[in-house]
C-alpha cells in the first residue's frame, strides 16, 4: 500500500515511469468507475485522465487508506459533478466495447458480459448502484464509502451487500450465471 502511495511521489516529482505506473495500474478501473456513474464512454475517459491529474496535484493530508481508494474518491466525484452539470440520463443500450473483427469468441462473450453487468449496475437504484460502484470499482473501504455517501459504516455495507444480490438475481434472469 506504502508503495503506491511512493509511486504518486515519484510521479510529482517528474518522474515518468512511475507517471506510466500510476496511468497503466489504475487508468482502467477509473474508467470503469467513471462509466458506470456517466454511462457515457468519451466523459468516463476524461474524467479518468482528469483524475490521475488532480492526484498529482492534489495535497494529501493522510496516506493511510489506499491509494485505489483516494483515486477512486476523486474519480467518483468528478463523475457525479458532469451528471449533475449535464442533468441527463444516458441510454447505454447502444454501447458497443470494442470492435469484433478480430477478437477470439471467448473475449467476445467477457465484453458483452460486462456490458450488460454494466447495465445491470445502473438499473440499480441510485443508493445501491453507488454503493457498488464505490466498493468495487473505487476500491473503497467502508469506511471510506460512509465518510463520502454520509451514512453509518452499516449502512454502507448493507447497500453493498444487497447491491450484489440484485445483481445476481438479475443476471441469473438473464442467464449469465447460474
Not at 6 to 11: K, M, V
Not at 87 to 103: A, C, E, P, W
Not at 147 to 161: C, D
Request: net charge neutral; with cysteine.
Amino acid at each position: 500500500m506504502k508503495a503506491d502511495w511512493e509511486t504518486l511521489h515519484r510521479a510529482r516529482a517528474g518522474d515518468e515511469s512511475s507517471w506510466r505506473d500510476l496511468w497503466r495500474l489504475h487508468l482502467p478501473r477509473l474508467k470503469a468507475l467513471a462509466y458506470l456513474v456517466t454511462g457515457s464512454v468519451p466523459t468516463s475517459d476524461d474524467i479518468a485522465r482528469e483524475t490521475l491529474i488532480r492526484a498529482i496535484e492534489a495535497r494529501v493530508r493522510n496516506e493511510n487508506g489506499s491509494l485505489e481508494g483516494f483515486l477512486g474518491t476523486i474519480a467518483y466525484r468528478l463523475a457525479l459533478k458532469e451528471v449533475k452539470r449535464h442533468d441527463r440520463n444516458i441510454d447505454i443500450t447502444g454501447f458497443d466495447t470494442t470492435d469484433k473483427s478480430d477478437i477470439p469468441l471467448e473475449s467476445i462473450l467477457k465484453n458483452e458480459r460486462e456490458k450488460i453487468l454494466a447495465e445491470t449496475i445502473r438499473d440499480l437504484d441510485s443508493e445501491h448502484g453507488e454503493a457498488l460502484i464505490l466498493r468495487f470499482y473505487g476500491e473503497l473501504s467502508y469506511e471510506e464509502m460512509a465518510e463520502i455517501l454520509g451514512v453509518p459504516i452499516g449502512t454502507a455495507k448493507s447497500r453493498v451487500f444487497y447491491a450484489v444480490q440484485s445483481c445476481r438475481k438479475k443476471m441469473r434472469e438473464k442467464g449469465l450465471i447460474i
